[in-house]
């Protein structure tokens, strides 16, 4: 199976400064159709996983644009530009490019 | 409303079974891939199980191969998931999620928990 690595695994944040998270995967993520299925979503507590990034750096819609992503290769990252009290949960990237999908380990981002 | 509604889960004891439901609407269910990931106590997220949009093809994660089966009735809008041999570490809550472009969760349930005790 594909390994995803985040790091790091919690990060305390003072709201309006940035945020970044790193992912790294085992195993290069180019899916046979040229695509890198690389997904980032955000689990608020008691809530459902919510997809923010698809496609390494394709913001869902709804999505504020203090959030991006981007990477190759082997490392992907998801930047807050501007952390807001709304953003606390745990993030998680996900690999599709391989069977069985796998999810990196979380980051838990708490508001100081 | 375009949702789907996970149940079925609930306390078993080791070895025992349950089916999982998630019944979509909203959306044009017979063409979507759908899959079920689990989200253990720790909070890691796991993906479980995948069926193509017909339901001729399937996938399983290496955990639960052969102890689980997916399945769908278009007819019905609903997806399962047949846990069988459960063990302890099977236990979280799991979400129905849809996979509306390739290589991606673009719509979650709200999960429906599962405890393995005796």
């Known amino acids: 199976d594909v390994v995803m690595t985040q790091s790091p695994l919690s990060l305390s944040v003072i709201p309006g400064q940035p945020a970044s998270i790193s992912c790294r995967s085992s195993q290069g993520l180019v899916f046979s159709d040229g695509n890198i299925y690389l997904n980032w979503f955000h689990q608020r507590p008691g809530q459902s996983p919510r997809r923010l990034i698809y496609k390494v750096s394709n913001r869902d819609s709804g999505v504020p644009d203090r959030f991006s992503g981007s990477g190759s290769g082997f490392d992907f990252t998801l930047k807050i530009s501007r952390v807001e009290a709304e953003d606390v949960g745990v993030y998680y990237c996900?690999?599709?490019?391989?069977?069985?999908?796998?999810f990196g380990q979380g980051t838990k981002v708490e508001i100081k | 409303e375009v949702q789907l509604v996970e149940s079925g889960g609930g306390l078993v004891q080791p070895g025992g079974s349950l089916r999982l439901s998630c019944v979509a609407s909203g959306f044009t269910f017979s063409v979507c891939p759908m899959h079920w990931v689990r989200r253990a106590p720790g909070g890691g997220l796991e993906s479980v199980s995948a069926i193509n949009p017909n339901g001729a093809t399937t996938y399983y994660a290496n955990s639960v191969k052969g102890r689980f089966t997916i399945s769908r009735d278009n007819s019905r809008n609903t997806l399962y998931l047949q846990m069988g041999s459960l063990r302890l570490e099977d236990m979280g809550v799991f979400y129905c999620a849809r996979e509306g472009t390739p290589g991606t969760y673009d719509l979650w349930g709200q999960g429906t928990p599962v405890t393995v005790s005796s």
């Open positions: 996900m690999q599709a490019s391989h069977w069985p999908w796998t």
